[in-house]
């Protein structure tokens, strides 16, 4: 099937969907994006991208060429046209088309807006939920603003191919002895009670995803430690799990080689997957 | 005028030269390039150019779409169709489209591959050579393989824009204390009769103007030191200057708002200028 996307306030069938090639998104990844989950055909935590993604903008001095309303009216009318029951919208914006230079054009170029859909059926039933993810270990050598979501991807990209050729489902990014994140994903462990993530600066991506999780654990009354921690701490640990939009919640059951906890996913991932995918699907929109 | 360009085989004009919003250059920044330069209507440095693109493809797995020689005739036609007498042309290959995943697609997709030509007269003869360049100093806060030359250029980009702000033309990058380079130039300084520039690593671009200034200042009998360098040590040289591509050597003639030297061009600069647009232009094709 041919998905239908938009393009610059036009929707068209993916074979026609193009940009210039002198879209700074192209030729500088001047640009920004968002990727939000689609379950029962309904648009997980819009509110919460659509927020971030104000903020990535705003961080790159780049205008937003939509208006909130709008935009949830293009996710829905894509969902609807390619009748997406599970699986994502993808949103980017860029600071628009204009003669290569380092510097930013003029107010005068209109920033581009793509978006187009993917079909992911058993998104919500993933066999890896209850398998656990394996994941390798390497160096986070990405940008220093990892906190806005922008196309800089090559690296997470990189990472994902050194972990398949590794035989493992993704990579943890290590900064100076302590986990980054995951080259698409959020990183937890579990010890004892006690859940442990990163805290937020410019070192990680603000998950939308991390955001949610950690208020509903902290509402099930589970004790959370925003505090880096290192991949050591992380073989030793009881559990081990990663949060995204597109993933929800997923358990990590081995880091480089070696078993994290029994080596089966962990209680913890379990329920806090439960509840996401309960509490975030009574505000889908 | 309309410019002529190429995308993948084929010559257009430049309002219809477009790609796949499924390009991974515009997805994932999983693309690179180059710059060449062109004096009188002809190519300098076209080799080394070509050689470095092969290295960037290598170091990223990258399959080339095109053979040496006719990069070559793709470079020539762009110049004689457009009437470049003086300027620059621009080349870049991304993976090619695919549907989005962060995972690498498949042999079967093919790269995407774009050239086009800017027009700069007065290159060779610039003003800014006489005037010399203000830089200011930025942290480096790009990835870790700043060897590999992608369109990864988001940064460079917010450091030229910081530049303007600040009143000055460019910004060298300062990390641990050293500086790495400009935000697309390598960085040097004079101290006596020795030269100094950063050696070659992962943590900068190996520039081909870089390697030809650095020979053709040796077989003058000037000294060159490759090391790192602090600021405080640039604002205490003598000269300091930078080379690209597209500026050739152009001299640096004030740091965060303090004079170098006199605070005018120095003459190993203006020297090094000379020999290089010389002798480049003996081996320009």
């Known amino acids: 099937m041919t998905r239908t996307v938009y393009v610059n306030g036009e929707y068209m069938p993916e074979t026609e969907a193009t940009v210039s090639i002198f879209d700074r998104g192209f030729l500088f990844a001047d640009g920004v994006y968002e990727v939000t989950s689609v379950i029962g055909g309904k648009l997980l935590d819009f509110d919460g991208h659509a927020v971030r993604l104000q903020r990535s903008l705003d961080e790159l001095e780049m205008k937003n060429p939509i208006s909130k309303e709008d935009l949830l009216e293009v996710h829905r009318e894509l969902v609807r046209t390619n009748e997406i029951e599970e699986g994502l919208v993808y949103l980017q914006i860029t600071r628009g088309a204009a003669d290569r230079d380092f510097a930013y054009p003029g107010d005068d170029v209109e920033p581009t807006i793509v978006l187009f859909t993917q079909a992911k059926p058993g998104l919500a039933n993933s066999p890896k939920a209850k398998e656990g993810m394996k994941v390798i270990s ?38 100076d002895g302590h986990v980054t994140e995951g080259t698409s994903n959020n990183a937890y462990i579990v010890k004892g009670n006690t859940i442990v993530t990163r805290q937020l600066s410019n070192d990680i991506l603000h998950g939308i995803t991390r955001a949610a999780v950690l208020r509903f ?23 081990a799990f ?31 997957r439960e509840i996401y995918l309960d509490e975030s699907l009574k505000t889908a929109i």
Chains 1, 2 share one sequence.
């Not at 390497?138 to 806005?148: K, T």
């Open 217 to 239: 654990a902290k509402e099930a009354q589970m004790n959370v430690e925003e505090r880096a921690f290192t991949l050591q701490e992380a073989q030793a640990a009881d559990e």
């Open 138 to 175: 390497i160096e986070d050598q990405r940008w220093g603003r990892r906190d806005i979501k922008t196309v800089q991807l090559l690296y997470p990209s990189m990472g994902k191919m050194a972990a398949k050729a590794a035989g493992a489902d993704d990579a943890w990014m290590v900064e």
């Open 242 to 272: 990663i949060t995204s939009a597109s993933t929800f919640v997923m358990p990590v059951v081995e880091i480089d080689g070696q078993a994290v906890g029994t080596g089966a996913p962990g209680s913890v991932a379990a329920r806090l």
